[in-house]
């Protein structure tokens, strides 16, 4: 606990995405406050000094981890690394919020499963989509069986990527990424389906695509094919490689009673039969990063469950692992759920 009795927090990695949880940490300054940034570069870490208040400098972020001040982690490192640091975290009891994806492999997904569930510390994937407002009303309404039975969902993430090759660093390389697009920016879409579509994934098929950016190891563009145990099918397709159609939704859904979709600022339902609605005007951007920290630090004071657990990111992982073996085999891959 820091000093003032505020839940202390320490960010591992001081990288581009720190910088949007910072705003969350900031919104959430009733109840935490960022103690402890770890980087292994800390010029990077005292980038956020000024705004975090003058936090303790790490470049070891296990002696971060080690500080009686931090209760709770918040994982922002490149994709390999995310195992061991939370691995790490829950030996030494502390809570954790971790960027996606969560891990790269079934064998580290054990692991973490292991040393969350034995540490009894709460961990919460950055979902960060899940906090637009269009996507709580569109879950409501489905369980609500506005739709009835909901038979496929669609949902993309499709930007043209316009970094400068030579910034992709450790996300052109499989080592350090995972793969390509499709477990970097692909990881939300992939979620998004899961959250939307009330029933365990059970078949994946995936073609992957390089358009564009030849500098990446992986796929650049993926389309993914899944199908659910209650017979709902949904796609995600994903690119960093172009922009998208215009007429392109975040989230579409189907059913036998009518259909909602959303650019993720909107919701629209039309019934079957009976004109478009909106039910959620489009209002200001949601700065779904912000949200999503203040949800983490609301979970530990209220001893909440997150929305989404390491349970709901091994999900995730397992349908993005399984579209890779299915590009990679050519085959539709059977998902083994326990
Ligand atoms: N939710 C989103 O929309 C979103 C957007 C961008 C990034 N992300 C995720 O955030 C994570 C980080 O991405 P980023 O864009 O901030 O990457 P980045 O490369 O900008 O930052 C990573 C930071 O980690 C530091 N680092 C590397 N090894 C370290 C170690 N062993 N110990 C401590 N620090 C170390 C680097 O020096 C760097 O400052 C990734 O998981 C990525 O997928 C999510």
Known sequence: MSRDGRIGVGIIGAGEIAGAHMRGYLQAAEHARVV????????????FTERAGRPDIFVDYRQMIASP????????LPHHLHKDAIVAAAEAGKHI?????????????????????????????????????????????????????????RTTDIFALSIDPDRLGWR?????????ELIDTGYHPTYLLLHLI???????????????????????????????????????VTSWAYEPAGCTERFSIVGEAGSLWSDGR????????????????????????????????????????????????????????????????????????P
Do not use: W
Request: glycine share 10%; with cysteine; aromatic share 4%.
């Open 36 to 47: 402890a940034i770890a980087d292994v570069d800390p010029a990077r870490a005292q980038r």
């Open 69 to 76: 001040s931090v209760d709770a982690v918040d994982i922002c």
């Open 97 to 153: 919020l971790c960027e996606k994806p969560l891990c790269l492999t079934i064998e580290e997904a054990d692991a973490v499963t292991r040393a969350v569930t034995n540490a009894g510390v709460t961990l919460m994937c950055a979902h960060n989509q899940l906090f637009l407002p269009t996507v709580a009303a569109a879950r409501q309404m489905v369980r609500d069986g506005r739709l009835g039975k909901v038979y496929g969902a």
């Open 172 to 180: 052109a390389r499989r080592a350090t990424s995972g793969g390509g």
């Open 198 to 236: 009330d029933s365990a994934p059970v078949k994946v098929a995936a073609v992957l695509s390089r358009h564009r950016l030849e500098i990446l190891e992986g796929e650049d563009s993926a389309t993914v094919l899944v199908e659910f145990a209650n017979g709902s099918v949904g796609t995600i």
């Open 266 to 337: 909107a919701l629209h339902h039309k019934p079957r039969g009976g004109e478009q609605v909106v039910v959620q005007e489009s209002g200001g951007e949601t700065d779904t990063y912000a949200a999503e920290v203040v949800d983490f630090i609301a979970c530990l004071v209220e001893g909440r469950r997150p929305i989404n657990t390491e349970v709901e990111g091994v999900k995730v992982l397992k349908v993005i692992l399984g579209a890779y073996a299915s590009a990679e085999r050519g085959e539709i891959v059977e998902l083994k759920n």
